[in-house]
C-alpha cells in the first residue's frame, strides 16, 4: 500500500466518522470517535476470520513504517497548535496551578507509573528496561479535555475548573512529549555506556535547552514577519507559521536537539505576541482557525490509526495482561499526580472540594500518546509499550469518558443543594 493511499484512506474514515458522531451518535468527539473506530477494528478483523484474503490490507498497514510521519509532522503540528491555542491572560489567577499541575504533575505521573509498571512486567515476567519504563510513564501522561470540558458547561459547574482542566491539558502535551523523547534519548545512550550524572543532566540540557532557544529564535522571527504582513492576507500568514514549525522541526533534529519542545515554544510566542494587544492581531483569526482545523483533522485521523492498530498489535495474553494492569496503574499515578501538587498549593490557595476528583477522573487519553509509542525509534520492548499504551487509551476513552457524565452530575447536585 501506498504512502497517500494509506493518507486518503485516513482522511476518508476520519470524515466519516466525524460526520457519524456528529449526527447519530452526538457524543464527545474523542468517546464517538473511539467507538466508530473500534467498531471498525473489529469488523475488519471478524471479515478478516471469514474471509482470509481481506486480511492483506492488515499486513500491509503493519509492513509500512509511518513512525517517521508520525515523528516529523503530526506531533509537531499537534503540539504547536495546542500551544498556539494557549491565552495566557486567559489562565489569569489560574496561571500558577495550571503551570504547577502540567510540570510537577507530569513528572510525578512519569515516576509512579514507570516505577509501577517496572515491578508490574517484573511480576509477568516481561523484560523491559527501567527507563523504557519511565518513557511510558512519560508518553501516557498527556490528557485530552475536550470531552470533560464539554461536560463541565453541560452541568455548569465553576469556569475555574474549565480553566485548570484545559490549561493543564494544553501545557502537559509538550511537557511530556519532551520528557518522553529525552528520556528515549538517554536509554539509547545508556544501551552504549552507563552514563553518569553529568552526562544525563546535559543530555536534559541540549535537549530540552536547544528546542526552548530555537523555538524562541524562529517564534520571533515569525511573529515579525506576521506582524510585516497585512492580516487580509491569510494564505501569506498560514503559509508563514507552516514554514516556521517544518524549519524548526528540520534545524532542531539537524543538530539533535527537541524539535517538540520547538514546536511547543514557538506556538507559545506566536499564539501570545501575535494576539496581543500592543500589536492589535499581528496574526489574524484565519490563522488560529486554520491550526484548530488542523489538530482537529490530525486528531480524528490518530483515533482511526487506533481503530487500525488493533489489528497489527501483538496478540500475547500476557501483554494484554500487562495493558489492563497499566490502566489502574495509569489512574493511580494520575490521581497523585494531582493530589500532591494541590494538597501543596491548597497552603495558600483554595480549591474547590471536587477539584482533585474531577482532574483525576475527567483525564482522558487521546491521539497523542498512540501517535508518541508508534513514532519511537524500535528497540528492546516497544512492542509491549505499544500495547499498554493502545489498552490504556480505549479504556480511558470508553470507562472514563462514558462515566464522566455521572461524577459531574453529582458534583452539580451537590452545588445545586448548597445554594
Not at 490549561?167 to 534519548?185: H, I, P, Y
Not at 495558600?348 to 475527567?362: A, P
Request: hydrophobic share 55%.
Amino acid at each position: 500500500m501506498h504512502i497517500f493511499d494509506i493518507i486518503a484512506l485516513f482522511i476518508f474514515l476520519a470524515g466519516l466518522f466525524i460526520y457519524l458522531n456528529t449526527y447519530f451518535l452526538k457524543l464527545p468527539s474523542s468517546i464517538g470517535l473511539m467507538i466508530l473506530a473500534l467498531v471498525m477494528s473489529m469488523l475488519t478483523f471478524l471479515s478478516g476470520l471469514i474471509f482470509p484474503e481481506l486480511r492483506i490490507e492488515a499486513v500491509e498497514l503493519e509492513e509500512y513504517d509511518y513512525a517517521e510521519v508520525l515523528y516529523q509532522v503530526v506531533l509537531s503540528f499537534m503540539l504547536f497548535s495546542g500551544a498556539l491555542q494557549i491565552d495566557f491572560k486567559k489562565l489569569s489567577k489560574e496561571r500558577t496551578p495550571v503551570l504547577v499541575l502540567a510540570t510537577t504533575g507530569v513528572l510525578i505521573s512519569t515516576l509512579v507509573i514507570g516505577s509501577l509498571v517496572w515491578v508490574m512486567l517484573g511480576f509477568l515476567s516481561i523484560e523491559l528496561d527501567y527507563l523504557y519504563c519511565l518513557v511510558f510513564g512519560a508518553l501516557i501522561s498527556p490528557t485530552d479535555p475536550i470531552a470533560v470540558t464539554k461536560f463541565i458547561q453541560r452541568f455548569n459547574l465553576s469556569k475555574d475548573l474549565e480553566i485548570k482542566i484545559t490549561g493543564e491539558s494544553l501545557f502537559n502535551d509538550g511537557v511530556a512529549v519532551v520528557l518522553a523523547l529525552t528520556l528515549l534519548d538517554i536509554a539509547h545512550a545508556q544501551a552504549d555506556h552507563v552514563l553518569n550524572g553529568f552526562e544525563v543532566a546535559y543530555i536534559f540540557a541540549a535537549d530540552i535547552g536547544g528546542g526552548i532557544f530555537i523555538g524562541l529564535f524562529l517564534g520571533y522571527i515569525g511573529y515579525r514577519l506576521l506582524k510585516f504582513v497585512d492580516n487580509d492576507q491569510v494564505e501569506v500568514e498560514i503559509l508563514i507559521t507552516l514554514a516556521v514549525v517544518m524549519v524548526g522541526s528540520l534545524l532542531a533534529d539537524f543538530i539533535h536537539v527537541s524539535s517538540k519542545q520547538a514546536a511547543v515554544v514557538m506556538g507559545l510566542v506566536i499564539g501570545n505576541e501575535g494576539k496581543g494587544e500592543h500589536v492589535a492581531g499581528a496574526a489574524g483569526d484565519y490563522v488560529f482557525k486554520f491550526w484548530n482545523l488542523i489538530e482537529e483533522s490530525l486528531s480524528a485521523m490518530l483515533f482511526v490509526l487506533i481503530g487500525l492498530e488493533m489489528l497489527v498489535i501483538p496478540k500475547r495474553p500476557d501483554y494484554f495482561a500487562a495493558g489492563f494492569f497499566a490502566v489502574n496503574i495509569v489512574l493511580l499515578g494520575r490521581w497523585l499526580s494531582v493530589f500532591i501538587p494541590i494538597k501543596l498549593m491548597s497552603v495558600r490557595r483554595s480549591f474547590e472540594s471536587h477539584t482533585i476528583s474531577v482532574l483525576t477522573w475527567g483525564a482522558l487519553r487521546g491521539g497523542l500518546p498512540i501517535a508518541l509509542s508508534l513514532s519511537l525509534t524500535e528497540f528492546k520492548g516497544q512492542d509491549i509499550i505499544i500495547t499498554m499504551t493502545y489498552i490504556v487509551v480505549v479504556c480511558s476513552v470508553l470507562y472514563q469518558g462514558l462515566t464522566v457524565p455521572i461524577l459531574m452530575r453529582s458534583f452539580a447536585s451537590k452545588t445545586g443543594d448548597r445554594n
